[in-house]
């Protein structure tokens, strides 16, 4: 997950930067062709007076919105084409110099890519670039190292959201238990429960609580059964 903070341009000054609304249909990329952190490109962006704007910046660290997605954004040079019209546009900064801040802003804007198509349920092929509209060769750097690369940190952005790590599923089962632990003796299982405990027969868990709806491993299966066998021999 990518944190989105959002910086938006103020509404008085939407007929200069996002004049349209329109329902988005796709994803253009960009590269910012110069070296600095998400949230000045778009703190000056939403300030300067031109008529070039887009929907996200995004750096090693986070992304940052400064236009609505249901708002249009002067971009990719196609006038009141698709791109300009249609397009979420995200520009990926640090790529003048380029380097392991570019790499790493470069993974930022593939995980906010797998989250927007996610969100709109779209496919990778919603994924298009500045060239696409006009010709301009940017995303520049991102080119240069290959689109299909790029593409390829998106695929695989989308395939782990969709995936459990280890880390999480361990935390997930581990949330389970406490709370099927922490659970009351259900009302049907209460006389069971009563005469097991008055004959010993449930005894030998090594918490020393009884955790009535909990798993039982095969170790408290073992002790169960040493009991119930040694209560039936009178031992
Ligand atoms: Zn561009």
């Known amino acids: 997950m990518i944190t989105i903070k959002k910086e938006l ?109 996610k969100q709109y349920g779209w496919g990778i092929d919603k994924v298009t670039k500045h060239q696409d509209y006009d010709g301009k060769y940017c995303p520049h750097r991102t080119l240069d190292l290959g689109w299909q690369r790029f593409l390829d940190l998106v695929k695989k952005e989308m395939e782990d959201e969709e995936m459990l790590s280890y880390e999480q599923w361990k935390e997930y089962q581990e949330r389970y238990e406490k709370e099927q632990a922490a659970k009351q003796v259900s009302k049907w299982a209460q006389p069971a429960v009563a005469y097991c405990k008055e004959h010993g027969l449930m005894s030998g868990d090594k918490e020393g609580t009884f955790r009535p709806q909990s798993f039982v491993t095969r170790q408290e299966l073992a002790q169960v059964t040493m009991n119930q066998h040694k209560s039936l021999k009178g031992e």
């Not at 490109?41 to 090693?60: C, G």
């Not at 708002?71 to 990926?92: L, T, V």
Request: with cysteine.
């Open 9 to 117: 341009c103020p509404k008085w000054r939407y007929d200069l930067k996002c004049p349209y609304t329109r329902t988005p249909s796709r994803i253009v990329v960009h590269n910012t062709a110069n070296d600095a952190p998400a949230l000045s490109e778009i703190t000056y962006m939403v300030n300067n007076d031109y008529e070039v704007s887009y929907h996200f910046a995004v750096d090693e660290k986070e992304a940052v919105q400064g236009l609505p997605l249901d708002r249009n954004a002067w971009a990719s040079g196609d006038g009141h084409g698709k791109g300009n019209m249609e397009g979420i546009h995200i520009e990926i900064c640090w790529s003048k110099s380029g380097g392991e801040r570019f790499l790493k802003a470069e993974r930022s804007a593939a995980a906010l890519i797998a989250q927007l198509l």
